[in-house]
């Protein structure tokens, strides 16, 4: 049975950080893309970054150089790193492998 498990979500001042985890069973995510996906009240999921089976990395504009997408194969866990976080980040937050989504971790951002 695959399960994606996130973590890290919270409350955090604008400005600060947050490391997001999505920790996979059932399922190497080394073989295909993970993606970071958000959420904010009354709007449509949207996509934050990916990482491919190689590494290669894309990034949502309202997020670039601000978030850093990674994954430990040897965890086999992905992470968001989430800096200079802004009110308008606040959503909850959805690891995506394949068909299988994460049960979501809210992140809220005060200013």
């Known amino acids: 049975q695959v399960q994606l498990v996130e973590s890290g979500g919270g409350l955090v001042q604008a400005g600060g950080s947050l490391r997001l985890s999505c920790a996979a069973s059932?399922?190497?995510?080394?073989?295909?893309?993970m993606a970071w996906y958000r959420q904010a009240p009354e709007k449509q999921r949207e996509l934050v970054a990916t990482i491919s089976s190689g590494g290669s990395t894309n990034y949502a504009d309202s997020v670039k150089g601000r978030f850093t997408i990674s994954r430990d194969n040897v965890k086999n866990t992905a992470y968001l790193q989430m800096n200079s976080l802004k009110p308008e980040d606040t959503a909850v937050y959805y690891c995506k492998y394949r068909s299988w989504w994460g049960q979501g971790t809210q992140v809220t951002v005060s200013s």
């Open positions: 059932g399922i190497s995510l080394r073989i295909d893309t």
